[in-house]
């Protein structure tokens, strides 16, 4: 059985964000990058199945050099080898073109993407995939079970939970579920030290037309300063939380 997981190179929720070129594109100075929490999820359940029914892991990603060290990290939690798409990943389109490539020539089984990545909240990779391969998509996926080519998945929808049941090959958009937070997987030095060794492919991309542009990023409005009533002075609370606040 071989796996692939996709692995987006996000920036640490604790990172200050700012803009640039007239905010409309993200400054990467001083930010520190990680694997996307929804796709490290997916990492563990594949290194999981790997030690429990022998699959092979391969993580995947879009994006230049300074996406390799995520990639290492990969490697240090258990998968097996790399691929790094060299090129800048513009858009949800181009991403799962890419990666459509990278899965047609490898010939995965199963494709685990978490079902968003941290930055941009689109939600739309995995499901574009599943549409230029026409393979199975399972989104919001919380535990998978493969027995040879038959599959039985559960994932959440609104108001419970749904079983399917539906075979080789899949993709999964991923989440918390698939493991839990305590079972994820921190590098020890022996992972470390093994995935220097490891097979890290650098392909070029496919073309593909970018269908989307960021035309300018805002931060969230920044939190107006707290008035303080006096205890006694309830018609000015009322006042301001009618009038100037809108709440009654």
């Known amino acids: 059985m071989k796996i692939l997981v996709c692995i987006s190179h996000v920036p640490d929720t ?3 964000i700012n803009f640039t070129s007239d905010n409309s594109q993200f400054d990467t100075n001083g930010v520190q990058f990680v694997i996307n929490p929804n796709d490290e999820y997916g990492l563990t359940r594949a290194v ?3 030690e429990q029914q022998g699959a092979t892991v391969t993580v995947a990603n879009v994006g230049g050099p300074e996406t390799e060290p995520t990639l290492r990290k990969a490697l ?6 790399a691929v790094r798409v060299n090129a800048n990943p513009t858009d949800s389109f181009f991403v799962a073109k ?6 047609k020539n490898g010939a995965y089984d199963i494709i685990i993407a978490g079902k968003e990545s941290l930055d941009y909240n689109g939600g739309m990779v995995p499901g574009m995939i599943s549409g230029i391969l026409g393979y ?17 998945a559960i994932r959440e929808i609104d108001g419970g939970r749904e079983t399917v049941s539906t075979t080789l090959p899949i993709i999964i958009g991923g989440q918390k579920g ?5 079972d994820l997987r921190i590098p020890n030095m022996r992972g470390i030290m093994t995935a220097r060794s490891k097979t890290l492919t650098v392909v070029e991309p496919v073309n593909a037309v970018i269908k989307t542009k960021a035309v300018k990023f805002e931060k969230p409005a920044p ?3 707290v008035k303080l009533i006096a205890s006694d002075n309830l018609d000015e609370l009322i006042n301001l939380l009618h009038n100037e606040a809108k709440v009654i």
Do not use: H, M, P, R
């Open 14 to 16: 604790t990172s200050k």
């Open 223 to 225: 939190k107006s300063a």
């Open 48 to 50: 999981w199945f790997q």
């Open 178 to 182: 698939l493991v839990e937070e305590k």
């Open 136 to 152: 199975n998509f399972l989104n919001s996926c919380t535990n998978i079970i493969v027995d040879g080519a038959n599959v039985k």
């Open 76 to 81: 240090a939690i258990g998968a097996n080898d």
């Open 98 to 103: 890419q990666l459509a490539e990278v899965i």
